[in-house]
C-alpha cells in the first residue's frame, strides 16, 4: 500500500513537500517514481529514486524538485520549490506495479 500526502494550494515560486509511506513489501528492494496528471493529459513520470539512491528527473523538474527515501521508515519524499503553474497536476507515489491514490497540487496566484 502507497499514502501520498502533503499536497495543497502554493504561490508560484512557492515549495510544497509531498510524503508516500509504504507498507506491506520489502521497501529498500524497489525503486521508487513520482509521476503526475494534470487535467486532460496523460500520466508523465516526474522523478524516481533506486534501493540504492541513484536518482533520475524529469526535465520539466530538474533543479526544482529533489526525491528522497528512508528505508528504514519506509517512505519517499518529494521536494518541490520554484513551484510553477504548469506543476499542477495530481501526484502520484509508484512502486513496481503499485500505486498511491494520489494527492493535489495546484499552484495558482
Known amino acids: ?49 533506486l534501493g540504492s539512491g541513484r536518482k533520475q528527473y524529469a526535465r520539466s523538474v530538474e533543479g526544482r524538485f529533489t526525491i528522497s527515501r528512508d528505508n528504514a521508515q519506509k517512505t519517499a519524499a518529494l521536494q518541490m520549490n520554484e513551484l510553477k503553474p504548469e506543476d499542477t497536476a495530481t501526484y502520484f507515489c509508484n512502486v513496481d506495479i503499485y500505486w498511491g491514490q494520489g494527492t493535489q497540487v495546484t499552484v495558482s496566484s
Open 1 to 49: 500500500q502507497l499514502v501520498e500526502s502533503g499536497g495543497g494550494l502554493v504561490q508560484p515560486g512557492g515549495s510544497l513537500r509531498l510524503s508516500c509511506a509504504a507498507s506491506g513489501f520489502t521497501f529498500r528492494w524497489y525503486s521508487m517514481a513520482w509521476f503526475r496528471q494534470a487535467p486532460g493529459k496523460e500520466r508523465e513520470f516526474v522523478a524516481n529514486i
